[in-house]
C-alpha cells in the first residue's frame, strides 16, 4: 500500500515539472527577432481532474482536482521611436503641387529604421521599401516630398525621399503614392508592425481617426495670408524646441485661441530656429552715426577682412567702398554680396559699375528677385530685401541702418 502512494507523489511531480516547462501544451515553436524581448507571462491554464488511486486507505470524499498555470514565452518587439508629423506642405501654390511634402522628426532618444513604415491617407498609401536604409537618429528630421526637384525649387533643399515619381535618382522612392487633399483630410504615421504612431487631422475633415482627438487643426488665414502655399507646422516646446504633441489641434501653430504661440504662418523655403542657444561673450564695439562718420568705419572693416566677407546690402552705389570691396575679392577673400533685385527707380549705373567691379576682382553677387524660370504659381519667400548688415572672418560684423551710397557714407 505504501508503493501506491509513492507512485503517487512521483506522477503528481512530474506533471507539475511538465507543466511548469510547457512540455506538451503547444506544438509551436517562437522564432525571436535580435531586437525583440522575452516575457514569461500565464497564458495557458489546466486542470487535471478524475485522478485515481488504487485502494487508498480512505476513500477520497471528492475526486481529487489539480490547477495547474503554464508560462509561455509572450514575444513582443520594442516600441517605436516617438516620430511625429512635425509639418506638412499640403495645398501648395506651385501649378501641379509637386513639391507637397510631410516632415518627419524623432522626438525620442533611440534610433529609428523606417523600413516598412507607412504614411497613410484616406485614399492612398505610400511604404518605406522593407529594404529601405533611411534611419531616422535621435532629434534627427526629413523631408519626404511628392516630387523631389520641385521640392528642391520651393524648399531649397532636397527631400530625402520621394513618392509621386522618380525625379531624381539620388532620392529614395517610396511604394505607393499619396492624395493630400487641400481643404480637408488626415495623414496617419504607421510603424512597420501596422502601429499608428502619429497622426495629423487637418481642414474642413470631421471624421474621427484613430490617432488624434477634438476637432481638426486649421491654418491661420487671416487679412493679407493667404490659406494657399502654407505649411501646417507644430508649435515647438518654448524649453525643450520639441514638437508639441497631444494629438489635438492646439499642438499646431494655426491654433486662434493661443495669442503667444499660435497664429503663426509658415512658407516653404523659411528657416526656423529649432533651439535657442544663449551664450556670453566680450566684444569691442564701434557706434557710427552717419553720415559724416560712416565711411571710415565700413572701410576699416573691409580692409581688415584676410578670408571670407559676405554682406547683405540694399544697394551698393558708393566708389570706393566697391573698390575696397573688389581689393578684397582680389587678394583671395572670399566675397559675397546680396542685394535687392527690385530698388524703387531701379538699379543705378553707379550700382552697375560697382557690380561689374566686384565681380571681375572674383566677388560673387546676387540679387534677390524671381528667376524668369521658376514654375508657375511660385510664390516668393520674401517680399524684398532692406536688411544691411555684414560677416567679416566669421568673427566681426555691423549692422546699421543706411545704404551704401555716396550720400549716407
Given at each position: 500500500m505504501?508503493?501506491?502512494?509513492?507512485?503517487?507523489?512521483?506522477?503528481?511531480?512530474?506533471?507539475?515539472?511538465?507543466?511548469?516547462?510547457?512540455?506538451?501544451?503547444?506544438?509551436?515553436?517562437?522564432?525571436?527577432?535580435?531586437?525583440?524581448?522575452?516575457?514569461?507571462?500565464?497564458?495557458?491554464?489546466?486542470?487535471?481532474?478524475?485522478?485515481?488511486?488504487?485502494?487508498?486507505?480512505?476513500?477520497?470524499?471528492?475526486t481529487p482536482s489539480f490547477t495547474q498555470t503554464t508560462y509561455l514565452p509572450l514575444i513582443h518587439g520594442n516600441s517605436p521611436a516617438p516620430v511625429r508629423i512635425a509639418a506638412a506642405h499640403i495645398d501648395s501654390a506651385v501649378s501641379g503641387e509637386a513639391d507637397e511634402a510631410l516632415l518627419l522628426w524623432n522626438t525620442g532618444d533611440q534610433r529609428q529604421p523606417l523600413a516598412g513604415w507607412k504614411l497613410v491617407t484616406p485614399s492612398r498609401t505610400?511604404?518605406?521599401?522593407?529594404?529601405?536604409?533611411?534611419?531616422?537618429?535621435?532629434?534627427?528630421?526629413?523631408?519626404?516630398?511628392?516630387?523631389?526637384?520641385?521640392?528642391?525649387?520651393?524648399?531649397?533643399?532636397?527631400?530625402?525621399?520621394?513618392?509621386?515619381?522618380?525625379?531624381?535618382?539620388?532620392?529614395?522612392?517610396?511604394?505607393?503614392?499619396?492624395?493630400?487633399?487641400n481643404h480637408g483630410g488626415y495623414v496617419q504615421l504607421r510603424s512597420a508592425r501596422g502601429i499608428i504612431v502619429d497622426a495629423l487631422l487637418y481642414g474642413d475633415e470631421e471624421r474621427p481617426i484613430t490617432g488624434w482627438e477634438g476637432a481638426a487643426a486649421q491654418l491661420y488665414a487671416r487679412g493679407d495670408i493667404p490659406a494657399e502655399g502654407q505649411i501646417w507646422s507644430r508649435k515647438r516646446d518654448p524649453q525643450s524646441g520639441l514638437p508639441r504633441d497631444t494629438n489635438q489641434a492646439t499642438d499646431w501653430s494655426g491654433d486662434l485661441?493661443?495669442?503667444?504661440?499660435?497664429?503663426?504662418?509658415?512658407?516653404?523655403?523659411?528657416?526656423?530656429?529649432?533651439?535657442?542657444?544663449?551664450?556670453?561673450a566680450q566684444a569691442t564695439i564701434t557706434v557710427a552715426v552717419g553720415p559724416e562718420g560712416l565711411y571710415q568705419p565700413m572701410a576699416?572693416?573691409?580692409?581688415?577682412?584676410?578670408?571670407?566677407?559676405?554682406?547683405?546690402?540694399?544697394?551698393?552705389?558708393?566708389?570706393?567702398?566697391a573698390e575696397l570691396i573688389a581689393a578684397a575679392a582680389a587678394r583671395g577673400v572670399a566675397v559675397r554680396l546680396l542685394l535687392e533685385g527690385s530698388p524703387p527707380g531701379g538699379i543705378s549705373d553707379l550700382q552697375k559699375w560697382s557690380v561689374a567691379t566686384i565681380v571681375a576682382a572674383g566677388g560673387?553677387?546676387?540679387?534677390?528677385?524671381?528667376?524668369?524660370t521658376a514654375p508657375k504659381g511660385y510664390r516668393t519667400r520674401y517680399r524684398y530685401l532692406h536688411a544691411k548688415y555684414?560677416?567679416?572672418?566669421?568673427r566681426r560684423i555691423f549692422n546699421g541702418t543706411e545704404n551704401l551710397s555716396q550720400e549716407s557714407t
Open positions: 505504501r508503493w501506491h502512494w509513492v507512485g503517487f507523489v512521483i506522477g503528481w511531480c512530474a506533471v507539475q515539472v511538465l507543466g511548469f516547462l510547457g512540455i506538451g501544451l503547444t506544438s509551436q515553436s517562437a522564432y525571436l527577432l535580435p531586437t525583440e524581448q522575452v516575457i514569461v507571462a500565464p497564458i495557458r491554464s489546466t486542470t487535471i481532474t478524475k485522478f485515481t488511486v488504487s485502494k487508498p486507505l480512505r476513500a477520497p470524499t471528492s505610400a511604404s518605406f521599401p522593407l529594404t529601405s536604409t533611411l534611419t531616422l537618429a535621435p532629434g534627427a528630421q526629413l523631408w519626404c516630398a511628392a516630387e523631389a526637384t520641385a521640392f528642391l525649387l520651393s524648399f531649397g533643399q532636397k527631400p530625402a525621399c520621394e513618392w509621386a515619381s522618380d525625379s531624381d535618382p539620388d532620392v529614395p522612392n517610396l511604394d505607393g503614392s499619396l492624395a493630400l487633399a485661441a493661443d495669442l503667444a504661440w499660435g497664429r503663426q504662418v509658415t512658407f516653404p523655403g523659411w528657416q526656423r530656429v529649432d533651439t535657442e542657444t544663449v551664450v556670453s576699416t572693416f573691409i580692409a581688415q577682412t584676410q578670408k571670407s566677407l559676405a554682406l547683405s546690402l540694399y544697394t551698393i552705389e558708393h566708389k570706393e567702398l560673387e553677387v546676387q540679387y534677390l528677385a524671381v528667376q524668369e555684414g560677416i567679416s572672418d566669421s
